[in-house]
């Protein structure tokens, strides 16, 4: 066997000279393989490359919850002294096995077996990154174990959970509803919404299962799939969002939602095919809220995302030509693929979500330009696994797990969209509609290979297992220089991780990005050093397993949380956007009504409160907070973001400095003590500090200016003694209005 990348799961061999032959692969995962009575379970052909390799053999692969029984050789392969095939063996149990790792070149025993049963918690030989960031080789030796959390395991083994798809085997026809029988009519013109709504509803109520025969089923609005749903598709019909309700990328809509917040019982969907039509900017493809009542009871198989390249989609070669030097509105297709919200969990198998890039409907499959935001977005809390799922071309990332907790990724594959870096990321797209949206400040202006899509980003999460995952960057601006080259700089960085623990990844490999890992305030895994073959790879990446990665500077805080009182009053992007984390010291948490912003106390760090980084994430949340809040009010008549704008009032004032770089608190603390305005020193009055606060006081609502004459009387005295002409005085009124 060879390919690219392959998750293989539940392989029963016996009786066979060799099980398993690979040839060449990037990445593999073999999961849950039973081998019986063979000469040699799997054999690695041609041995594992050597030392920066760009001959292409066997990449990485990773042997997981195995078992072979009276078997010479578990593995058949070798070993170099530096870069080769990661190979990794973890969590499995050798019955009578003479040889369990052995190098067949030069005849030696990497791994024993013996009588009995011989259990492997992690082993493997390849390149490991260390907590501290650091990279060596590990010749063939024991590696630190995850606690495999009970949720996520089956057996006594502890085994990571599988679970093929239904059958149904069993059922009569009365017990089936189809579709078109139904009254839709699948024909990719016929608005079929309302049909599918009832039918969807009453299958679930009777336990009946919903047939949906090949079509086309056009929906304009959301279509829900309640617990208790189970749906078979007959060679991917296409469930189509289209229409006005999914225009507006500000105002983003679920077209398919499965089960609602807080549900919990049986949902298993299977061969469907979730596509848009035209220009549907924002969509939400799918929003999963459902969350298993037993293990795997809440899955997803054999189902895919496929946003544009095909007939019908009015998102073809004629409709989105690539380097057309703009953006065209029509070919922004989607906000998200996929939505895991934090009270559901699932089970995913072979499930592929592509933004397309090129027209497999013309015979020369030409490349297009297509804008879908964000691919898969997990909140899921667990126990939720992902076994042979892929995501391509989405423009702010791939994958992305922020509070995440209880999950399995293996294998996942992504690539970068072709078109980078025009538009630079986020463009066409508004960061904050989502939770933990992407910004890329840290982008120079310089750099065209750094505001591309990340493949991969762990927020906030815990409890992770990658067991592999391949994430490739083939393109800048649809150009392979930078690969042909072999430089492979594509772009800057593909793998994101902050403030997460317990974080398990393994057997990764990367093709194009010059960083492999970039945890935040940390040391970064470069690719170059780690090249096997055509792409880079790395056995294990111990950043946070047992340690924080990507630790913030400020834990941050939200000034909204989704108990403030009447936040149900606004939609549900602006309700992401004001609930969303301000990476900020904590002390300016306080600063959310009007309040005069002068020295600080002593135990509290100036430099702490004033760091830029601050300063841009509360100037982020005010951005993302007027863009998808528009013109919504709270009760009282205030702006959805007056809370933060008095932070931000609080930020500019304390964070004020003069010429030199001095804080201005510190210079106007000194000044002389005087028992009114009309006293106060012409210089001290007129100074740029002084002068400068006075300004930016009236010219915000949000200052203490409006709150007390004394201020307004300062900059009145200061316009007659400073020679301020043309300066305002007026107080701004207050931003609440009622």
């Known amino acids: 066997m060879g390919n690219q990348q392959f998750t293989a799961s539940g392989l029963y061999f016996e009786e066979a000279e060799t099980a398993i032959q690979i040839h060449w692969d990037w990445g593999w995962t073999m999961q849950n393989i039973v081998v019986d009575n063979c000469n040699t379970g799997l054999t690695i052909v041609g041995g594992a490359g050597g030392p920066m390799s760009t001959r292409q053999g066997i990449g990485s692969l990773h042997l997981t919850d195995l078992r072979f029984h009276y078997v010479k050789v578990a593995v058949s392969t070798s070993v170099m002294s530096d870069n080769s095939t990661a190979l990794l063996l973890s969590n499995s149990g050798f019955y009578n096995v003479d040889t369990i790792v052995k190098d067949t070149f030069k ?39 995850p606690v495999r959390n009970d949720s996520l395991v089956t057996g006594g083994r502890k085994q990571f959970f599988t679970r093929r798809r239904p059958k149904y085997d069993d059922l009569g026809f009365s017990q089936i509803l189809d579709a078109k029988a139904y009254g839709a009519k699948g024909d990719g013109k016929t608005d079929d919404t309302a049909v599918l709504k009832h039918l969807f509803s009453a299958a679930a109520n009777m336990s009946a ?97 496929r946003v544009g390249g ?58 297009v330009d297509i804008y879908v935001g964000r691919g898969m ?59 933990n949206d992407p910004d890329f400040h840290n982008c120079t202006k310089t750099s065209k290979s750094c505001a591309m899509a990340w493949a991969l980003r762990i927020i906030d999460s815990s409890a992770v297992h990658v067991l592999s995952a391949g994430l490739y960057s083939f393109f800048n601006r649809y150009d392979q220089t930078c690969l042909n080259s072999g430089r492979h700089d594509c772009q800057d960085k593909i793998f994101y991780t902050e403030q997460s623990y317990d974080v398990w990844v393994q057997n990764l490999v990367t093709l194009g990005s010059i960083e ?51 936040i149900d009053r606004f939609p549900e992007a602006c309700q992401n956007a004001l609930t969303s984390l301000i990476r900020c010291d904590n002390y300016t948490e306080e600063w959310t009504t009007a309040s005069y912003h002068g020295v600080l106390p002593r135990e509290v760090d100036v430099e702490s409160v004033c760091d830029k980084g601050c300063a841009q994430a509360i100037s982020d949340w005010r951005s993302a907070v007027d863009t998808y809040c528009g013109n919504a009010t709270w009760h009282n008549g205030a ?52 002068i400068g606060r006075l300004k930016m006081m009236q010219a915000s609502p949000f200052s203490y200016y409006n709150r007390n004459s004394f201020f ?24 609440f209005s009622r």
């Open 107 to 145: 005849n030696q025993v990497l791994l024993r077996g013996g009588k009995g049963t011989v259990n492997v918690d992690t082993w493997g030989f390849s390149r490991v990154t260390s907590a501290n960031g650091t990279t060596a080789f590990h010749n063939g030796a024991n590696l630190d174990s």
């Open 209 to 305: 299962i919903v047939y949906v025969p090949f079509g086309v089923y056009i929906i304009t609005d959301t279509v829900e799939i309640p617990v208790g749903s189970r749906v078979i598709g007959q060679a991917w019909p296409q469930i189509m969002a289209t229409g006005s309700k999914f225009a507006d990328a500000l105002k983003p809509r679920v077209a398919v939602r499965v089960g609602l917040p807080g549900h919990v019982g049986v949902v298993e969907i299977q061969n469907m095919m979730m596509t848009v039509k035209g220009a549907t900017a924002g969509a939400i493809m799918m929003e999963w809220n459902v969350h298993e009542s037993g293990q795997g009871s809440a899955g997803l198989w054999d189902t895919h995302f």
């Open 310 to 367: 095909a007939a019908g989609t009015d998102l073809t070669v004629k409709d989105c030509p690539k380097l057309s030097g703009k953006v065209n509105p029509n070919c922004v297709a989607a906000s998200l693929m996929l939505h895991l919200t934090p009270d559901s969990s699932g089970y995913f198998e072979n499930v592929w979500m592509w933004t397309a890039d090129h027209d497999f409907d013309t015979a020369d499959q030409t490349q």
């Open 377 to 435: 977005l997990i909140e899921s809390k667990g126990p939720t696994w992902l076994w042979g799922t892929s995501v391509e071309h989405c423009v702010l990332y791939q994958y992305q797990l922020s509070g995440a907790q209880n999950f399995v990724m293996g294998l996942i594959q992504t690539e970068t969209p072709y078109f980078r870096s025009f538009p630079e990321a986020p463009a066409p797209f508004k960061p904050g509609a989502f939770p």
């Open 516 to 566: 492999m890992v970039s945890p935040l305030n940390g040391v970064p895994t470069l690719g170059k050093p780690n090249r096997n073959g055509f792409a880079s790879s790395i056995l294990a990446w111990l950043g946070g397993s047992k340690n924080i990665t990507g630790q913030r500077t400020f834990e941050g805080y939200r000034i909204h949380t989704e108990k403030t009182l009447d």
């Open 639 to 690: 702006a959805a973001g007056v809370l933060g704008s008095f932070v931000s009032q609080g930020i500019n004032e304390t964070c004020q400095t003069d010429k030199t770089g001095k804080y201005c608190n510190d210079i106007i603390n000194k000044f002389t003590v005087v028992n009114s305005i009309d006293k106060m020193p012409t210089n001290e009055l007129c100074s740029d500090c002084y």
């Open 712 to 735: 307004e009387s300062a900059l009145k005295q200061a316009v007659k003694r400073c020679s301020l002409s043309n300066q305002p005085t007026a107080a701004k009124d207050s931003p």
